[in-house]
């Protein structure tokens, strides 16, 4: 008798958008996954990656049990000998050199999972060691710095009220290729053809004009890195032509309007040159943003990964202030979800300590990742010498990927959480494999607190537990047990911690939450008997709740980004403009290839671009005339730390003087085991950006704005 199929209804976990997915099944197989038309977030809207949750379950490359590395190649052992052997190694190379001996990095696969973000730090407590890397320190980190010093807690970061704003200027983002980031926000090309439709504006600047600018009302080029100076002359803008009204603002900011003595030298004419943007431009981005009913200005990933990162975000913050738009429906608004674990949980610590070699600031716990490679070359107390990998693959994605993925090579000791042998991941060990999103109990703790609508919805695993599997929370603790077991500490609370798991410290939070639905508390057991999930409504102006500080004021601490003003100077004004041979080193994203995640599924990598690949330099008609380059020759792109050759896209939606290549490829490393990455390896990107050109404010990476240099080959 045929086993009959079954219908799950779930969440996609492969971006921020939170999509809600109909999973149908049979037995164990996945037979097919589409959009949920019943979830009330987004509303049966899924983009292409949703199936690729099923390439990844079936995938053959996919790891199933532990891996050891031998001199004869990889063999299979059991879970506990896996587990015993690497709280073993770990111990063994802290009691040989230090506690800070080993380190740990975390990819942004991480912050999807519910069990890795609730269980993991239990594991990193028993490690006891500083020396803590991740994702974020090569995106985000000049959100939380801001929102840390601003409101009080590095993930209280206000959102784009989309669907009710009637102006969204977009600066360093694409939320079509994104679906959002630090914006959950499913159905974004839906969201964003409403406000017009309803006669609002989209305004993108971006020195690509990139599949967001082809939708919007306006687009401006703008210069790589220079996004600092042009929300200084904006700010400028605001106090010159008398357009600041921050109304209620003033009673949680009472310093707010002392920003126009820091900002009074950047006028439009000023900096036009520098930026890209005549100053005519300058005022009418202004003038235009002031005079619609509300608006709101966003910055993303362009903005983060730059020389002055931090002081742009902070001034993106201060510009919606200043114009009444934060905290206003239609501005930038604070969410309140369900399950708000923002109260227990770390609010930032900043520059509590600091790297060995470059004494790098540390921020919330961990330290910038540009200095990974350095702190395992460097010798001397307290050099790295083993590492534990989360679901990450820095080799491709971090500065400088060539000296890490040497400095790797020389560890005594690593383990990977993943089940893809990577090109980081191949230098493990031991390899410890995790299941798939679609096999664990999921609720996105992290997501929630950025949706730009509040919602709640539960997403249960869909089979019963394999024998011989785990996930990455029973890893992470599985791992803690055992290293305070070594180091003579008691292990009292891991009992309860099993019987409660991930999903009951979340029922705890949805029980002790302000929802109800229908007059009973929210809770797990009420998420199960409503599949598709329950709206919450939209998000609520809520200062002084929103603020984290205990005296409920916004802390605009002048004397931490201001100062950085002096390097801003020195950067643009101390020295003369430069027509030098080099051009700005940028990234892109694509929708179905965000980061390397995907590039083991067929169907997200294959089609092609025009006949080319996907991995393309993209460059101006006119550099290419002046270089004497064509369009698809191979050219060599070279910076201060490596070379790549890659094919050459002319096109005019690049500005002059850039060159765009996307972030995630690099697929031709010895030893890694993606078949189908190895066919579309591409090139490395992280093979020229530079360990040493940081954001010095916050440590974050500089990934755009990397001068380089091409020839053709």
Same mark, same amino acid.
């Not at 926000?185 to 967001?212: C, F, M, N, W, Y």
């Not at 002048?558 to 020195?570: K, Q, T």
């Given at each position: ?39 009330? *977030? ?24 532990p891996l050891r590395k031998t001199v004869n190649g990889w063999e299979e052992i059991s879970w506990e000998e896996a587990l015993d052997e690497v709280a073993n190694s770990l111990f063994k190379v802290q009691q040989e050199h230090g506690q800070e001996?080993v380190a740990t990095y975390l990819g942004n696969p991480n912050a999807h999972n519910m069990g890795a973000i609730l269980f993991g730090p239990y594991f990193y407590r028993a490690l006891k060691s500083h020396n803590r890397y991740s994702a974020t ?47 959950? +926000? ?52 605001? *106090? ?8 209620? /603002? ?21 900096? %036009?040159?520098?930026?890209?943007? &005549? ?39 201060? *510009? ?20 708000? @674990? ?10 509590? @300590? ?15 990742? %540009?200095? /990974? ?35 790797? &090579? ?67 603790? &599985? ?25 009951? +410290? ?127 020759q191979t050219i060599r792109v070279s910076s201060r730390v490596g070379s790549i050759d890659i094919p050459l896209e002319i096109t005019e939606n690049i500005m002059p003087g850039v060159i765009s290549i996307p972030h995630g490829w690099g697929h ?14 591409? +090139? ?30």
């Open positions: 008798m045929a086993a009959s199929k079954q219908k799950h209804f779930s969440t996609c976990t492969l971006c921020e958008a939170m999509c809600g997915i109909e999973v149908t099944t049979e037995e164990r197989q996945i037979v097919s996954i589409v959009g949920d038309k019943q979830n009330p *977030f987004s509303e049966g809207h899924v983009c292409p990656k949703a199936m690729a949750l099923k390439d990844l379950y079936d995938d053959p490359d996919r790891i199933k049990t001996s320190s090569v995106d985000q980190l000049p959100h939380h710095i801001v929102s840390r010093q601003l409101f009080g807690h590095q993930s209280q970061i206000p959102i784009p009220d989309i669907d009710h704003t009637q102006h969204f200027m977009i600066i360093g983002g694409n939320p079509l290729a994104s679906n959002g980031s630090i914006m959950t +926000v499913p159905h974004i090309k839906k969201r964003l053809k409403a406000i017009q439709a309803r006669g609002g504006k989209v305004v993108v600047i971006d020195p690509k004009k990139s599949e967001t600018a082809d939708i919007s009302t306006q687009h401006h080029f703008v210069k790589p890195g220079s996004d600092v100076l042009l929300l200084l002359a904006m700010v400028n803008t605001l *106090f010159t032509h008398k357009l600041t009204k921050p109304g209620h /603002l003033l009673e949680y900011t009472p310093q707010l309007m002392e920003v126009e003595q820091y900002v009074s030298q950047y006028t439009p004419e000023k900096v %036009a040159q520098y930026v890209g943007i &005549s100053s005519d431009d300058i005022i009418s981005l202004v003038t235009d943003f002031c005079q619609a009913e509300s608006a709101v200005c966003y910055g993303r990933m362009g903005v983060s990964v730059q020389a002055f990162g931090t002081l742009t975000q902070y001034m993106i913050t201060l *510009f919606n202030m200043l114009s009444g738009n934060l905290d206003k429906q239609g501005g930038m608004m604070f969410t309140q979800p369900a399950a708000d @674990y923002l109260p227990h949980s770390g609010r930032g610590s900043i520059a509590n @300590y600091h790297t060995r070699v470059r004494k790098l600031p540390a921020f919330g716990g961990e330290f910038p990742v %540009a200095a /990974l490679a350095e702190e395992m070359l460097t010798p001397g107390e307290g050099q790295i010498k083993a590492l534990v990998l989360g679901a990450g693959n820095p080799v491709l994605t971090t500065p400088n990927g060539l000296q890490l993925d040497d400095a790797i &090579s020389k560890l005594d000791f690593m383990v990977a959480i993943d089940f893809y042998i990577t090109e980081t991941s191949r230098h493990a060990n031991i390899i410890l494999p995790p299941v798939t999103a679609l096999e664990r109990d999921h609720y996105d703790i992290v997501f929630h607190n950025f949706a730009v609508r509040n919602s709640v919805k539960f997403s249960p695993a869909l089979f019963e537990p394999e024998e011989n599997s785990k996930t990455d929370w029973q890893i992470y603790l &599985s791992l803690a047990e055992r290293l305070d077991a070594l180091n003579g500490k008691p292990s009292d609370k891991y009992k309860a911690l099993w019987q409660k798991e991930p999903t009951g +410290v979340v029922d705890d939070l949805l029980k002790s939450g302000a929802y109800k639905h229908e007059g009973k508390p929210l809770s797990i057991e009420l998420l199960r008997e409503l599949p598709h999930g329950i709206d919450l409504g939209a998000l609520r102006p809520d200062l002084p709740n929103a603020i984290f500080h205990e005296d409920k004021k916004i802390d605009l601490r002048f004397d931490y980004f201001m100062a950085d003003l002096a390097r801003v100077d020195a950067h643009f004004f101390e020295q003369s403009l430069k027509d030098d041979n080099t051009l700005q080193l940028i990234g892109r994203r694509h929708l179905k290839t965000n980061n390397s995640w995907l590039h083991n599924s067929k169907r997200m990598v294959k089609g092609t671009n025009k006949g080319l690949s996907r991995c393309t330099a993209q460059l101006h008609p006119a550099d290419a005339e002046k270089y004497k380059l064509s369009h698809e031709n490393k010895k030893g890694m085991r993606w078949q189908v990455a190895k066919e579309y390896a591409g +090139v490395s990107v992280n093979d020229l950006s530079d360990e040493m050109l940081l954001d010095e404010l916050s440590g974050n990476a500089v990934l755009n704005g990397v001068p380089v240099t091409i020839e053709g080959l």
